[in-house]
T-cell receptor, first 113, second 116 residues
């Protein structure tokens, strides 16, 4: 069974640009969550999608958005990039809504210059 | 509200010695508890979880964790550490209380360093 796939793995952008990250969950998983990981803040929850609907949202500005497609693949977008957006962005999928563990992808490392 | 604390930023242990990585939690209802490991430049990998039942949970790579309700703790343990266990370890908790979020809260992580 293929794991969670995130693309691209690495990318460099400049301030003011926008970026789109992609996540393909494990086959059959309908829940996809996104996290931002930085050395200073640790793992911070961005949002969670289930059956194409945003079910939960973290405390991030509106520049951060996401969506989920009918095949459960998800994308997140960050507009008007700031230096502080440099981070590892992790996607995780889950087969069970309440007790299931999360399966993480390798992450997309974003550097904003 | 749910929260989790990992009181140690770093744990150092000699290879072959037992290791413990500490985690305490706070929830309104009953906890669902998880441990994950992250190797450099990789995503998080699931190690083990406690939902209900036996307080001692066994997981991957020889790790185990003990759920202690009275101390609200879920410490990760291994009888004999390996150099390859060196990584970043995250504890996570989710509250099963009615109206609770499906989203787990993660600790800040503990860096485990196993010395040869």
């Amino acid at each position: 069974k293929a794991g969670v796939t995130q693309t691209p793995r690495y990318l460099i952008k400049t301030r003011g640009q926008q970026v789109t990250l992609s996540c393909s969950p494990i086959s059959g998983h309908r829940s996809v969550s996104w996290y931002q990981q930085t050395p200073g803040q640790g793992l911070q929850f961005l949002f969670e999608y289930f059956s194409e609907t945003q079910r939960n949202k973290g405390n991030f500005p509106g520049r951060f958005s996401g969506r989920q497609f009918s095949n459960s693949r998800s994308e997140m977008n960050v507009s008007t990039l700031e230096l502080g957006d440099s981070a590892l962005y992790l996607c995780a999928s889950s087969s069970q809504a309440n007790t299931g563990e999360l399966f993480f992808g390798e992450g997309s490392r974003l550097t904003v210059l | 509200a749910q929260s989790v604390a990992q009181p140690e930023d770093q744990v150092n242990v000699a290879e072959g010695n037992p290791l413990t990585v500490k985690c305490t939690y706070s929830v309104s209802g009953n906890p669902y508890l998880f441990w994950y490991v992250q190797y450099p430049n990789r995503g998080l990998q699931f190690l083990l979880k406690y939902i209900t039942g036996d307080n001692l949970v066994k997981g991957s790579y020889g790790f185990e964790a003990e759920f202690n309700k009275s101390q609200t703790s879920f410490h990760l343990k291994k009888p004999s550490a390996l150099v390859s266990d060196s990584a970043l370890y995250f504890c996570a908790v989710r509250d099963d209380a009615s109206g609770g979020s499906y989203i787990p809260t993660f600790g800040r992580g503990t860096s485990l360093i196993v010395h040869p």
